[in-house]
């Protein structure tokens, strides 16, 4: 495995994401297919994925400075992905390199956006503790899928000591995410995580237990909103009404969004909006990396959605 330089400077990285990185292909079809029936495609997107890897795109896509920490192979897939991160201006000099494979996706979408996945990731196992050095890395958030764990244990309590504010990207329960659901000082997870969590299908209840061992806690209900506990404060934002195309990486850019604007130092619930107005652009297109909105996209929606507001 090739391991990043130590001498690296990364004081500029706002948001450090750290995690899977996977390559896509992204078949849209009339429907998932059953047992032994032979569908044909409607059209192929293939592009980068995974969790991590679409936060840093998506916090580059809206104009601040990003950096993604993780693994990626010296295959085919590895190197198309490597380049095009390094197109999107996220920063990979913390991407370890090496013989495993990179994670493959295949993903079928049908006309109403749902979605159906295969990964694959072969012999691939997560990256050892000192396998990239942080030591030159001071960004103003941390976001982690749970992916690497063992990367991110130690640097997610380096953080702490910093009082760097970290996010969990907890889009379901692993080990990873079980690691770190506690230690962070944002659990921004999926109601699937509640609900594996909980044992049981209440998010509301499962949003209480988590507030009381996290400092905030958010639970995304897809097309219902979001609910999230901070302290003592609680509530609800609804979703923004969008014709969903595709649902894939939806929560990817809700999560780099989420990181982004508290890097900026915006206002609680106005992060909250924030968000949700990224994730909600992200499914009005196929793919998870394409659908990903840019900061002008951004802003214009949110401006025509304050002045629908007014009437």
Known sequence: MNTPPSNIE???????????????????????????????A?????????????AAVTVARLGYKAAFAGYLGNDTYGQIHFEELQRENVSTDLVARGTM????????????????LVNYKGATEPLPANSIDFSNVSPKVILFDGHEPLLSEPLCAWAKSKAIPTVLDAGSLHKGTDALMFSVDFLVCS?????????ADDSERALNLLAERSPAVVVTLGERGLIWRKGAES?????????????????????????????SGQDWLDILRYASAVGALCCTKAGARPGIPFRE?????????????SY
């Open 297 to 309: 996209t951004v802003e214009l929606f949110l401006k025509n959605q304050r002045q629908s507001a």
């Open 10 to 40: 990364n004081h500029g990285i706002q948001v450090l994401c750290v995690g899977h990185a996977s390559y896509d292909l992204v078949f849209s079809v009339p429907h998932h297919p059953e047992a032994d029936e032979k569908i044909f």
């Open 191 to 199: 109601e699937k995580f509640a609900r594996q969590w909980l044992n």
């Open 235 to 263: 509530g609800r934002v609804p979703a923004f009404p969008v014709k969903a195309v595709d649902t894939t990486g939806a929560g990817d850019a809700f999560h780099g969004a989420f990181a982004a604007a508290l890097a």
């Open 101 to 116: 494979p990179t994670p493959l996706s295949v993903i079928l979408i049908k006309p109403d956006g749902k979605r159906a």
């Open 42 to 54: 409607d059209s192929l997107i293939s592009c980068g994925g995974g969790p991590a890897a679409n």
